[in-house]
């Protein structure tokens, strides 16, 4: 363990972006000093590489979700963990659909998620510093938010260099934050924006009143995917989630309505009828409980905005 390193200035990342011929939108307004934590070294052009690829990949979200004077301290992604999903749908899954996108402004701190690669999905959260408790940041590289509301997300999967950096500039602005006294107001510390208009939508709210935008309730997701598993995760979008599990649910359909037909006498009659109903109790429950779970996490839009979004700022 050394000192933490001392970070680069603005004039020193704007150089060593543009030896890489990498760079940023100017129409946001970055601040280059805390964006890049590490640019010097062996092995440091292909974290600042990575990192800019993901920057140019959020910058059309960003440049609709950024009010005017909104300066943009820090970007990372990583992923939300949570711990019932990897269970059930495998680690894997659970990582590819948690994907999330941070992005530190002077404001607040906005939530995207996004795909494996960072491009933006269409789900949106915000948390203003005032909502922020803590930040803690473990030896396993988790970073842990403690909210105001009691909840407490948990993400992983940032780049090494990106997780102190981000708590570095976390503690910053929370404590600027702090003397301000700035608090807006929220239903939720992780308050849910609208993916048409990016206003807040309330908790347990599924229509956004500025916009007319609709969102599926968690628990018509729920039902359908109880009716026909994978259907609620069709309507979240999650096509490539759901095309993988009806395709395990038809081959597991195949497998017990083969073993019912070629059962032999009364008894195997029975353990067949009785294989096939745990089966279908199985695959049709532990879908309709997980799309419970996925679909309370966020918005996911459900009809078209019916109000045109003027200039909204
Ligand atoms: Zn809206």
């Not at 941070?102 to 948390?127: A, C, E, Y």
Request: glycine share 6%.
């Amino acid at each position: 363990m050394g000192a933490p390193p001392i970070p680069p200035t603005s004039d020193q990342v704007a150089q060593k972006l543009a030896s890489l011929k990498l760079s940023l939108d100017p129409e946001i307004n970055y601040a280059l000093d805390s964006m890049f934590p590490k640019i010097e070294g062996w092995f440091a052009n292909g974290p600042v590489k990575k990192k800019a690829k993901l920057i140019h990949l959020l910058e059309p979200t960003l440049i609709e979700l950024l009010k005017p004077n909104e300066r943009v301290l820090f970007v990372a992604k990583g992923v939300q963990h949570s711990f019932v999903e990897s269970m059930f749908m495998g680690a894997m899954w659970a990582a590819m659909l948690n994907q999330m996108a941070f992005v530190l402004t002077s404001d607040r701190v906005l939530m995207i998620r996004t795909d494996t690669r960072g491009n933006p999905k269409h789900q949106f959260w915000v948390i203003y510093y005032s909502e922020v408790d803590d930040i803690k940041t473990s030896w396993t590289g988790a970073v842990q938010l403690k909210l105001l509301d009691g909840k407490k997300p948990s993400f992983g999967g940032f780049p090494k260099a990106d997780r102190a950096a981000m708590k570095a500039v976390f503690d910053t602005v929370l404590r600027e934050h702090e003397e301000s006294g700035y608090t807006p107001d929220a239903s939720q510390s992780m308050e849910t924006l609208c993916c048409h208009c990016y206003d807040a939508v309330p908790e347990q709210s599924f229509a956004c009143v500025t916009c007319g935008t609709t969102f599926w309730k968690p628990m018509e997701l729920s039902l359908r995917s109880l009716l026909f598993p994978s259907w609620g995760d069709i309507l979240m979008k999650h096509y490539l989630f759901a095309s993988m599990e009806m395709f395990g649910y038809l081959i597991g359909l195949t497998i017990v309505i083969i073993m019912l037909t070629n059962s032999d006498g009364p008894d195997e009659l029975i353990g067949g009828i009785a294989a096939l109903a745990i089966f279908l109790l199985f695959a049709h429950g532990v879908d309709a409980m997980l799309t419970y779970m996925v679909g309370r996490k966020g918005l996911y839009p459900r009809t078209a905005p019916t109000k045109q979004i003027e200039q909204l700022d």
